[in-house]
């Protein structure tokens, strides 16, 4: 996430490319020097939880297609399951983390912070949270189809 951010803070251009999807509303482009490293940002409602959710829909410069849309309902219809199988390791990380650094907490509550969308061809794609009590640090979670790789980026 860090280094789409710098692509951005060193890509953009003078005025940003938006769209509005009728599926994720207003997206930004957030062009990479290699065009099909970019992505489009936005933020809206999560059905699942009613709280805004932020997207990355990897798809290059072309907008989101009608396949990003379904994985993305897809995401909403199956996300009861997916937290399941994401919570053990969310708090086992974070428990993990918080403990090298001498913290420690009982009792654990995250915030999902942002769904990334894969490209049409790759079904690679992450979920970040953040923890109610560490409020500065963000969890990505990896996953491959539907399953949880076991691989927790932290960023802090």
């Given at each position: 996430?860090?280094?789409?951010l ?26 990479a ?16 939880t ?22 993305y309902?897809?995401?909403?219809a ?9 919570a ?14 001498d ?17 049409s ?31 927790i980026?932290?960023m802090?």
């Open positions: 996430m860090s280094i789409r710098l692509n951005w803070t060193f890509n953009k251009s003078s005025k940003p490319r938006q769209i509005e999807d009728p599926v994720f509303g207003k997206l930004r482009l957030v062009e020097k290699n065009p099909s490293e970019s992505y489009w940002r936005g933020c809206g409602r999560f059905g699942p009613g709280s805004e959710v932020s997207y990355e829909i990897e798809s290059g410069q072309a907008a989101p297609s009608e396949s990003h849309r379904t994985f309902r897809d995401i909403e199956r996300y009861s399951e997916l937290l399941g199988l994401v053990p390791l969310l708090e086992s990380e974070c428990a993990a983390q918080m403990a090298a650094c913290v420690f907490f009982s009792q654990l509550s995250f915030r999902r912070e942002t769904l990334c969308i894969p490209g061809e790759s079904m690679e794609w992450s979920l970040v949270f953040s923890c109610v009590q560490w409020d500065d640090a963000l969890f990505t979670v990896h996953v491959k189809d539907w399953q949880p790789t076991g691989k980026s932290v802090d």
